[in-house]
């Protein structure tokens, strides 16, 4: 038989099989050839498409980027591509014809000879997720079996699929922590937005508390029977002040006072005090590194801060025997780990100042975690204060962040980041308060406010000034183009309902710029914005009593000579 290949008249390539056979007489004696040609060019092209689809699957399974494996009924395999074999140590060519008992360990095949059993019987697939060592790494895979079937419509066969899902896993994590960063910041600036709110708020309401108090004792013989009744009213509203400044810290709204600061130098100095906050039994261990640069900060806020932190350090430790370290170093911090800091994703990649403070305490579960920085949050007892809320504010408000790390029985740590920039402010030297009653000349006084209007201007009346009073913007500009020759000061809100203060003063320092502009409110100071800050003359913190205010209006008179 011999089988040629030959080109058809129509220039097609053609195959032909010749076999001859020979023709022999009764004696067996060769008396001719008989010669059959046969066009097996069908057949030929029909073993060449199989071939190639043959090669065509035989590269799809190698190249997919999943494991495969067929099975016949009794578990011994059929077909498995090189990554299936590889992740059970073996070749393609050492697993077929064999069983899973015989190529891995007995408690897994088990598992998977369950599995089989169980989708050959109820003929449908069968979806799971598993893990897998792959040099020395835990992979997850999810996986899908499924019967296959003969043309009698009978499961003769079991086929397989798993897909390396790790990468695909890690990314949902990340997204899910993600996730909930920006859920725990949106959570954390909205209680800062109400804190705020309420902070500014409150304190308008003690401007008329402090004040009027202030007026009454001003007024009263030091021998009058009410001065002490008084003198309580005033210790329990600057009492309230004082949360109302926990509150506007908490909202990264609270007053600063910024100098350039050596933090090992503020920690040195609190040594005394830090470890007179901690019980007996618990050791306070500083461990300050040398190349610590300057900070521009509130020194007051930032002892604060790491004061909080130890006592808190300590209160997690108890009357156990521990210790409560304070840290100090520069480190350059990246993207990435910023990322794992609160209400970090505005701030820079760079070098910061880390206060960490460690404790050897119980350490703190994820779920409390999630809301230690809550206002009046604690897990110890009601009416705690702001606490580590507070410190939140505190470093808000300082362009850092803070982070905790814990675990139960662990202890926890808590760290710090304060940016280094170059320092460019100092501590301003406090102004001489003026006499009461020793002021002349007129002032306008805006405010939305009534109550702060009213005892605003008897406290105004009673420093010996005179007073125009506006309840809002439009008023106040009549009141300036009326007696703007009088005027040398305003003082007025910063935030009303109609046109702000800082707005205000623009307008009226365009038409009059020879008025001085005190602007105050219940915020810090550092609300007010940065461009046209040059055209306001001074601040006043609400609440304030009577010499408060009248040192902030000496001070510009005497700056105007």
Not at 88 to 107: A, F, K, R, V, Y
Not at 524 to 553: T, Y
């Amino acid at each position: 038989m011999i089988e040629k290949r030959y080109i058809r008249s129509n220039g097609s390539l053609a195959y032909a099989r010749l076999v001859s056979t020979p023709v022999r007489s009764p004696e067996g004696t060769i008396e001719g050839v008989v010669r059959i040609v046969e066009d097996v060019t069908a057949q030929r092209e029909a073993e060449a498409a199989e071939q190639a689809t043959r090669r065509l699957l035989s590269a799809l399974i190698e190249q997919i980027p999943a494991l495969i494996f067929i099975k016949d009924i009794a578990g011994r395999y059929l077909l498995v591509n090189h990554a299936f074999a590889a992740i059970s140590d073996h070749t393609p060519e050492q697993m077929i014809g064999h069983c899973d008992e015989e190529l891995i360990d007995p408690d897994e095949a088990q598992m998977y000879a369950e599995q089989n059993a169980t989708v050959i019987a109820a003929r449908i697939p069968l979806s799971y997720e598993g893990t897998h060592s792959i040099d020395g790494e835990l992979h997850t895979f999810t996986s899908i079996k499924f019967p296959l079937y003969n043309s009698a419509g009978e499961p003769y066969a079991l086929g397989g699929v798993a897909i390396d899902v790790t990468t695909q896993k890690q990314v949902e994590a990340e997204r899910r922590t993600i996730e909930l960063r920006l859920r725990e910041t949106q959570k954390l600036e909205s209680l800062g937005l109400m804190a705020g709110g309420i902070a500014h708020d409150f304190n308008n309401l003690l401007v008329a508390v402090l004040g009027n108090a202030s007026l009454a004792l001003d007024e009263l013989a030091d021998t009058s029977a009410i001065r002490e009744s008084l003198q309580q009213i005033e210790l329990a509203a600057r009492r309230a002040a004082d949360l109302t400044r926990q509150l506007l810290a908490y909202a990264g709204k609270g007053r600063l006072s910024t100098r350039a600061v050596q933090v090992n130098t503020l920690i040195q100095e609190m040594t005394s005090l830090l470890r007179t906050s901690l019980p007996r039994s618990v050791q306070l261990q500083c461990e300050l590194s040398h190349d610590v640069p300057l900070i521009e900060a509130d020194p007051t806020q930032i002892g604060q801060v790491i004061m909080n932190l130890v006592i808190n350090g300590g209160e997690a430790i108890g009357e156990r025997r521990g210790s409560v370290t304070v840290r100090s170093e520069l480190v350059h911090v990246d993207a990435d780990s910023l990322a794992h800091f609160y209400l970090a994703p505005e701030l820079r990649p760079g070098p910061y100042v880390r206060i960490a403070v460690r404790d050897t305490g119980s350490g703190i579960d994820a779920e409390v975690q999630q809301r230690i920085f809550e206002p009046f949050f604690s897990t110890k007892f009601t009416g705690r204060g702001l606490g580590l809320a507070a410190v939140l504010g505190i470093v808000r408000g300082h362009g850092g962040t803070i982070t905790v790390y814990s675990e139960p029985g662990r202890g926890s740590v808590f760290q710090v980041l304060l940016p280094v920039e170059e320092v460019t402010s100092d501590t301003e030297a406090t102004p001489a308060l003026a006499s009461v009653g020793g002021l002349k000349g007129t002032i306008l006084l805006v405010d939305d406010e009534i109550e702060v209007r009213t005892v605003t201007r008897r406290m105004l009346e009673r420093l010996g000034l005179q007073v125009h009073e506006a309840a809002d913007s439009g008023a106040a500009l009549e009141l300036a183009a009326q007696h703007h020759a009088d005027i040398p000061i305003a003082l007025m809100d910063i935030t009303m309902p109609d046109v702000g203060g800082e707005a205000l003063a623009g307008a009226l320092l365009a038409s009059y710029p020879q008025i001085r502009i005190l602007l105050m409110s219940g915020y810090s100071e550092d609300v007010i914005s940065k461009p046209g800050a040059q055209h306001i003359h001074g601040f006043l913190a609400k609440p304030f009593v009577l010499h408060e205010l009248a040192a902030a209006i000496d001070d510009i008179l005497r700056r105007d000579g």
